[in-house]
Nanobody, 121 residues
Framework: QVQLVESGGGLVQAGGSLTLSCVATGRFYNLPAMGWYRQSPGNQRELVAVQVSGGGTTYGDFVKGRFTISRDNSKNTAYLQINSLEPDDTGVYYC???????????????WGQGTQVTVSA
C-alpha cells in the first residue's frame, strides 16, 4: 500500500557531500513524520534525523551539524543533506515514515529498503 523509494546513495570521498531522497508512494492521508536512520555492520540502527509534518526536527546524538533533513510535503518526499562526509558515516541509510492512511485514524510506519552510503578515506 505504501512504498518508499530511496535514492542518492553511493561512493563518496571523505569531505564530500551528498543528498539522499525518499519518495513515499501509495494512498494515504498524510505523513506525520519522515526520517532517516542508518546502520553500519555490527552496529545498531540509529536515528539520523526525523521531521514531523509541521516542520519540527529531531537529530541523532552524533549526526547533528553535518546532517540536514528537509521534506516537501506536496511531493511526499524527504531529503537528507550530508556535508563533510566522514568514513564513519558509511552504512545503509533507511528512510522511515509514519503514515496516516485516513483522517482521524491511527498511524502506522514503513521502512525503505535502504541505500548504501560508502565514504572513502
Amino acid at each position: 500500500q505504501v512504498q518508499l523509494v530511496e535514492s542518492g546513495g553511493g561512493l563518496v570521498q571523505a569531505g564530500g557531500s551528498l543528498t539522499l531522497s525518499c519518495v513515499a508512494t501509495g494512498r494515504f492521508y498524510n505523513l506525520p513524520a519522515m526520517g532517516w536512520y542508518r546502520q553500519s555492520p555490527g552496529n545498531q540502527r540509529e536515528l539520523v534525523a526525523v521531521q514531523v509534518s509541521g516542520g519540527g526536527t529531531t537529530y541523532g546524538d552524533f549526526v547533528k551539524g553535518r546532517f540536514t533533513i528537509s521534506r516537501d510535503n506536496s511531493k511526499n518526499t524527504a531529503y537528507l543533506q550530508i556535508n563533510s562526509l566522514e568514513p564513519d558515516d558509511t552504512g545503509v541509510y533507511y528512510c522511515h515514515v509514519v503514515v496516516r492512511r485516513h483522517a482521524g485514524r491511527p498511524t502506522t510506519d514503513y521502512w525503505g529498503q535502504g541505500t548504501q552510503v560508502t565514504v572513502s578515506a
